[in-house]
């Protein structure tokens, strides 16, 4: 099986842009969740989804946003950039079991996002 | 909310020996606990999990302990080797928050061969 996906591998954006980075989960996964990735904070969790909804969310703002689609491919969006969001967007997929809510999750390469 | 500490934040051992990381969770509630390992450049693999039923688990010359009273889970490398230099995160989820990782601050592990 092709493992997770992720598309741009590098984007470079500007203060007050938006941005919208792609994660496609292991064909079967229905789960997908998205983290941060910095030197000073480490990896933090920002959202997942599960079926087309959004099951949990971190504690980013509101310019933190994402979706996923029937196919269980997933986006994440960030509007107004601040120099501060330049970090490795990671997403993980996982099987999503019935009667196993956590899950064992295989992240994709990740996007690195540069804001300038 | 849940948090995770991780100690130590680096570590080096001589090929060979044994390496020991350590990783405290707050809530009780929580009852999964992932390992991943991260190369340089690369995504983070995961290399052995645990659940709250289970005390202890072994796959090869890894293994993590869990002491569900004391809240703490600890990884367990053997025989290192070189190809083991990596830095590895601990995690915790708790049931509730579904697939939601609360993850440690990592650990930089070097083999010296």
């Known amino acids: 099986k092709a493992g997770v996906t992720q598309t741009p591998r590098y984007l470079i954006k500007t203060r007050g842009q938006q941005v919208t980075l792609s994660c496609s989960p292991i064909s079967g996964h229905r789960s997908v969740s998205w983290y941060q990735q910095t030197p000073g904070q480490g990896l933090q969790f920002l959202f997942e989804y599960f079926s087309e909804t959004q099951r949990n969310k971190g504690n980013f703002p509101g310019r933190f946003s994402g979706r996923q689609f029937s196919n269980s491919r997933s986006e994440m969006n960030v509007s107004t950039l601040e120099l501060g969001d330049s970090a490795l967007y990671l997403c993980a997929s996982s099987l999503a079991r019935q009667g196993r809510t956590a899950d064992t999750q295989y992240f994709g390469p990740g996007t690195r996002l540069t804001v300038l | 909310g849940e948090n995770v500490e991780q100690h130590p934040s680096t570590l080096s051992v001589q090929e060979g020996d044994s390496a020991v990381i350590k990783c405290t969770y707050s809530?009780?509630?929580?009852?999964?606990f992932p390992w991943y390992k991260q190369e340089l450049g690369k995504r983070p693999q995961l290399i052995i999990d645990i659940r709250s039923n289970v005390g202890e688990k072994k796959d090869q010359r890894i293994a993590v302990t869990l002491n569900k009273t004391a809240k703490h889970f600890s990884l367990h490398i053997t025989e290192t080797q070189p190809e083991d230099s990596a830095v590895y995160f601990c995690a915790a989820s708790i049931e509730k928050y579904g697939n939601k990782l609360v993850f440690g601050a990592g650990t930089i592990l070097r083999v010296k061969s």
């Open positions: 809530d009780s509630a929580s009852n999964y």
